[in-house]
């Protein structure tokens, strides 16, 4: 079994910033891959940023780039995703997702654990 917790969310006005975190426990050896996704009311779950274990190149939503940065601490099992910048379309509930494999991939299908999700809010 693999938890994954995500904190860090709130409520900021637009051009702040805010990191989330998320903290992989359990089995954690078989997530390669870990990635931010977001969901607003109506929408389909979108990929936001992802990084794998081996240290190559992140890759993130267009959307986002240049705004948001994925690290990762392998030693303490936590992803970061600082988020700079933020706009009002920014809100949503950010989920955590695992994959065990070392491709990142942005369909959530593909993705074989999950957080509870943590609701950022960006006021205009």
């Known amino acids: 079994q693999v938890q994954l917790v995500e904190s860090g969310g709130g409520l900021v006005q637009a051009g702040g910033s805010l990191r989330l975190s998320c903290a992989a426990s359990?089995?954690?050896?078989?997530?390669?891959?870990m990635a931010w996704f977001r969901q607003a009311p109506g929408m389909e779950r979108e990929f936001v940023a992802g990084?794998?274990?081996?240290?190559?190149?992140?890759n993130y939503a267009d959307s986002v780039k240049g705004r948001f940065t994925i690290s990762r601490d392998n030693a303490e099992n936590t992803v970061y995703l600082q988020m700079n910048s933020l706009k009002p379309e920014d809100t949503a509930v950010y989920y955590c997702?695992?994959?065990?494999?070392?491709?990142?991939?942005?369909?959530?299908?593909?993705?074989?654990?999950w957080g509870q999700g943590t609701q950022v809010t960006v006021s205009s």
């Open positions: 990084i794998n274990w081996s240290g190559s190149t992140p």
């Open positions: 997702a695992g994959r065990n494999s070392i491709v990142i991939v942005t369909a959530p299908m593909n993705y074989n654990y």
């Open positions: 359990g089995r954690t050896f078989n997530i390669y891959t």
